[in-house]
């Protein structure tokens, strides 16, 4: 929590009275309008990840996007959400949580309208990058306004255990909803947003009380410079197949990327504040999680996106039945979820993400084979259970890992590190898988852009070159498993890891 400033020897019951005029008392019962606002918040953010997966078919046909730019609706997003993901939650600290609450809802509000109403492919990234930079500061914020609004105790974890209860809720309502929106049209996967926005806004002025701000240096430009510089690197990768890689425009984003990237490495040696100390990374187990954490997230979304579009460009399915379709991944998921969190306090954690990832290699390889004849009952429904088990046994693990051995002071920022390495794994490893599949596509004597202008033999190419990337998803959770086999932190390293950070809530 936030705290003002004390002069260090000043009277314990000075330091007392500044500490209690720094917050509002906290509450003690956790149903009211103040959950439902910060819940509510976090089930947008993640549906509208969801279903931007399923729009994706739809959307490319109906303006006309290429398959790069089609790739660009997911990673504009995630990428903004990623990159300033850190400063996002700093920036609450900073200047009122409150205040950066509202202000990051209404941002993601406003882009998702301008998203519904895109009539054109820069317009709509333009507007997703919007809304990646709206989410980036309303959910971290969201998640310490719940530490701050609720008492410690039950209240705190009926309220912390409600709100991440929204990601599974989000994940699986988006496929259903989205699905069924899209059906229509999808611009009402972006418009459903705005009533919503303005409801959370609000009725966040009513609900929710300011906590008051910390004067602490803030790494703007350490912020700006990660994000920049990922997105030149994403540029070179995804333009690369159609622009050609000689391109100069892809050159010049590839070098400007790579020269930002080591501006940024010493920006974060030099501030007084850093987003990313590298203190934290003086643990070769830690730094090995972090790996396995960036590749396991990387699977999770270009699996997403290449099996949506597969389903729906190749198998002919609707988006309600490509949504259908993948509830059977989240119950794989949640069910190895359930084994993993007890199995990682007794055997060594990194023998579960090792048994995730082999299973996550054989389902992809095996999707990798399949072609316009495949049916869902006899070739997807297995496979799409089993890579949402392999991805549950690996990815619960990895969080304490990342927090396993440090100091309760150090969980907030390394829990933050690791959330960040997820999320941004998905938009590069997207670059990069994404510009295998459109490459084998062209090399097939396929095309890029609308599927209903394409013969029978380009979409066999399209075909090919979706199931291909599932090869580079499988690569991806390879890494993630080797990875994983340097990681030696103990079941009892684990066991303490989630102690320690249940009280670090619960403080």
């Not at 597969?310 to 119950?331: K, R």
């Not at 898988?433 to 013969?455: F, Q």
């Not at 291909?468 to 340097?486: D, K, M, T, Y």
Request: aromatic fraction near 8%.
């Amino acid at each position: 929590m936030s705290e003002s400033r004390v002069p260090e020897g000043a009277p314990a019951s000075n330091q007392s009275a500044a500490r209690a005029t720094v917050n509002p008392p906290a509450a003690t019962r956790v149903m009211g309008l103040a959950i439902v606002v910060l819940s509510g918040l976090q089930m947008m953010v993640v549906l509208d990840g969801t279903v931007a997966n399923l729009a994706l078919a739809p959307l490319q046909a109906d303006l006309g996007l290429s398959d790069s730019g089609r790739n660009w609706v997911l990673t504009s997003y995630a990428l903004a959400f990623g990159g300033l993901m850190l400063l996002g939650g700093r920036l609450g600290d900073a200047f009122g949580r409150k205040k950066m609450f509202v202000g990051g809802v209404a941002l993601f509000t406003i882009a998702s309208l301008l998203c519904g109403l895109a009539v054109g492919e820069f317009m709509l990234i333009a507007a997703r990058f919007l809304q990646g930079v709206g989410a980036a500061v309303a959910s971290p914020t969201a998640l310490a306004l719940v530490a701050t609004t609720f008492a410690a105790g039950p209240a705190r974890n009926q309220a912390i255990a409600i709100f991440a209860a929204m990601t599974g809720i989000g994940s699986i309502a988006g496929l259903i909803i989205g699905g069924a929106l899209t059906e229509v049209s999808w611009r009402l996967i972006f418009l459903i947003n705005v009533p919503i926005g303005v409801v959370i806004v609000g009725c966040a002025f009513v609900a929710l009380k300011e906590t008051a701000g910390e004067r602490l240096a803030l790494d703007v430009p350490g912020a700006v410079l990660a994000t920049v510089a990922a997105t030149g690197v994403v540029f070179a990768l995804t333009e690369g197949p159609e622009l050609g890689w000689g391109s100069p425009y892809v050159i010049g984003a590839l070098v400007a990327g790579l020269l930002l990237f080591g501006a940024f490495l010493y920006v974060e040696r030099t501030a007084d504040n850093p987003l990313l100390p590298f203190s934290l990374f003086h643990d070769k187990n830690r730094v090995a999680t972090l790996v396995a954490i960036f590749f396991a997230g990387a699977v999770m979304f270009t699996v997403a996106a290449f099996v949506a579009l597969f389903v729906q460009d190749i198998l002919g399915y609707s988006p309600l039945e490509a949504g259908l379709a993948f509830i059977p991944f989240a119950f794989g998921l949640g069910s190895a979820a359930a084994v993993a969190s007890k199995l990682a306090v007794r055997i060594q954690p990194r023998w579960l993400v090792v048994a995730g990832a082999t299973i996550m290699v054989v389902g992809l390889l095996y999707g990798s084979t399949l072609d316009s004849s495949a049916t869902y009952l006899a070739n997807l429904f297995v496979p799409v259970i089993g890579i949402g088990f392999g991805v549950g046994l690996a990815v619960v693990p990895l969080p304490l890992c990342a927090i396993a051995g440090v100091s309760e002071t150090e969980i907030g920022p390394l829990a933050a590190i690791a959330q960040v390495a997820q999320t941004l794994g998905g938009p590069l490893a997207l670059a990069v898988i994404g510009a295998m599949a459109t490459s084998r596509t062209l090399s097939l004597g396929g095309i890029s852009g609308k599927v209903a202008d394409m013969n029978p033999a380009q979409l066999e190419a399209l075909g090919n070159g979706y199931t291909f990337a599932l090869v580079g998803s499988a690569g991806c959770a390879l890494i993630a498993g080797f990875a994983a086999l340097f990681i030696r932190f103990t079941p009892q390293q684990v066991a303490q890891a989630q102690a320690a950070e249940k009280a670090a809530q619960q403080a």
